[in-house]
């Protein structure tokens, strides 16, 4: 057999070792990427505390103008209509929804659409849901005060849960299941240790707003129905999420909204509560600022939503919406002078921390379960 030529040899034996070299690179290639993990940019840093401060600054004059348009008088008139109320907020935040949808087909360069494929009985259902969500718990703030329907609306992980299993056929979690036993707990705690009354306190005012009266128990059945809507619609959105591809957020907004809107125009429409409002309107003109302020700071919040999920992702969305409803509890009791004991601020802080609460409790129990079915194991074999 003929030698080969000495530079043959050589090119052949840089090949292997390239070869070689780039294995073992490819293999430390993981632990490089991850020393060399990029770090968020000063504007990135500044855009995730517009985005926080502007969900916190937006639901918390979202949740003034609720509370104050139930409770305040207008030249000695009340706002009652709900239904028209949430007519307005839908068709605000279907707006920018839809300028949403327009800017980013634009960026992407893709194809524009709204439904975003999806049947319309699906959207119909989740839509009623939706409405029946916001009209009764908008609702129950006539009844009832502000931090009683939001630590309670705040269970909604309750009926959803529920939702989930009959309506997405999912199973219920640990994880989940530790949820419902906390955030009951906190609700318990809220509404059973009510602060002492004091004497010469008027009938409805601070300490008395917690008297089990039909009124009171109106209002929490109110929110009751308004947490059976979110078991219905929660799950609903879940499922048109992981069914169809092509529907973001911006489409979900846009077509809840829509259908929402339609829904509440034809309810006020049909018992002519929309007449009565814009009679209201036209006689008491100083509640168009606050209607104009409900309607903006809702879809305002909604859009920072959507940017600080993009952006950072939904663990960080939760912290920071946990965080808001706190804010909300805190100024409604001073703005509005509700009377809350100290047993109820646990209560308020259990409810509002269940979210890293429950999964800790849940994979202490996990853990738990698995040690003794191991000892089990090992007493069967001995």
């Known amino acids: 057999m003929a030698a080969e030529p000495v530079g043959v040899i050589k090119s052949r034996n840089n090949t292997i070792n390239g070869n070689v070299a780039g294995a073992k690179s490819s293999k430390k290639a993981p632990n490089e990427r991850k020393e060399a993990k990029k770090e968020p940019s000063l504007i990135e840093h500044v855009l995730f505390y517009v985005y926080v401060i502007g969900v916190w600054t937006a639901f918390l004059s979202y949740s003034w103008t609720q509370e104050a348009l139930a409770k305040e008088d207008f030249d000695g008139k009340k706002f009652h209509f709900t239904h028209t109320q949430v007519f307005l907020q839908s068709s605000a935040n279907m707006l920018v929804a839809l300028v949403a949808i327009c ?3 634009w960026y992407k360069s893709g194809d524009f659409t709204l439904n975003a494929g999806v049947n319309l009985k699906h959207w119909l259902i989740a839509s009623l849901g939706y409405q029946g969500a916001h009209f009764f718990g908008l609702h129950s703030l006539h009844y009832v005060s502000f931090p009683v329907q939001i ?89 048109i999420k992981n069914t169809y591809e092509k529907c973001g957020a911006f489409h979900l907004m846009f077509n809840m909204n829509l259908w929402q809107g339609i829904f509440s125009f034809l309810f006020a429409l049909g018992d002519g509560e929309l007449m009565q409002f814009l009679g209201f309107v036209q006689q008491h003109p100083s509640v168009i600022p606050y209607l104009i302020n409900f309607c903006a700071s809702m879809a305002i919040g909604s859009s920072f939503i959507y940017l600080l999920q993009r952006s950072c992702g939904a663990l960080t969305v939760t912290k920071t919406t946990t965080v808001r409803k706190l804010f909300s509890v805190l100024f409604s009791a001073f703005y509005f002078g509700h009377t809350i004991s100290a047993v109820q601020w646990i209560g308020v802080v259990v409810v509002f921390s269940t979210k890293f609460t429950a999964p800790m409790v849940a994979g202490q129990m996990s853990a738990l379960l698995g040690f003794q079915k191991q000892r089990q194991a090992k007493q069967k074999i001995n």
């Open 151 to 239: 630590v309670i609306k705040s269970c909604k992980t309750v009926p959803v849960l529920i939702g989930e299993v009959l309506i997405a056929g999912e199973k219920a979690t640990l994880k989940k299941c530790v949820s419902v036993v906390i955030l009951s707990l906190g609700v318990i705690l809220f509404l059973f240790f009510k602060p002492s009354k004091k004497k010469g306190i008027a009938a409805g005012t601070g300490d008395d707003e917690f008297e089990m009266t039909s009124e009171f128990f109106f209002g929490l059945f109110m929110i009751l129905l308004a947490l059976i809507c979110d078991g219905i619609y929660g799950p609903y959105q879940s499922f």
């Open 103 to 105: 800017l980013e087909t």
